[in-house]
């Protein structure tokens, strides 16, 4: 596999699985941004997908080819899989933009497909936060809304309308 240094523009054979690693490392316990596409050389995409997540782990193997999952640490069904990429391009040119790179492969008939991960920064609390309000319940939601949204009424014992009654009609009698 190719590594494409956007910096210097400059062009390396991967030396080692633990160098992928150690790159790779580099997006661990942070969020990423990700898109996965396909389009054919001319330009025209087929599809793309685009989401966010906390890599949890990143696992590397080179058996017959080589693998890259991705791991996303709070949903254990969800997972990146890149099969035997070409080239890897890493962008780290712009400093404040985060680090990202990109795996590339190619096919036969002009189609290549691309996985973007860009680094977000640090899992940080604020996302947790966001996290454990996803996991709240409907029913508890509209609780913790009626909760702050209620403004207590006067103060004093409250008092319930009177209850309208109605007494039997009376004819009076003539002379009284």
Do not use: W
């Amino acid at each position: 596999m190719k590594i494409i240094y956007t910096r210097g523009n400059r062009t390396e054979t991967l030396a080692s699985i633990s160098t992928l690693r150690k790159i790779l490392g580099r997006f661990v316990r942070h969020r990423v941004f990700y898109e996965v596409s396909s389009r054919n050389k001319r330009g025209h995409e087929f599809f793309s997908t685009k989401n966010t997540f906390v890599v949890g782990s990143i696992e590397v193997v080179n058996r017959d080819y080589l693998t890259i999952t991705i791991f996303d640490a709070h949903n254990s069904t969800h997972s990146i899989e890149i099969l035997n990429p070409s080239a890897l391009r890493i962008y780290d040119e712009t400093m404040g933009k985060g680090f990202a790179v990109s795996f590339l492969s190619e096919s036969p008939g002009d189609v290549e497909s691309r996985c973007y991960l860009r680094d977000e920064g640090d899992e940080s609390d604020g996302i947790l936060e966001r996290c454990e309000l996803e996991k709240i319940t409907l029913p508890q939601l509209f609780e913790y809304l009626d909760e702050i949204t209620h403004v207590a009424g006067p103060v004093g014992p409250r008092v319930d309308p009177p209850i309208a009654t109605h007494a039997p009609l009376r004819s009076a009698a003539p002379g009284a």
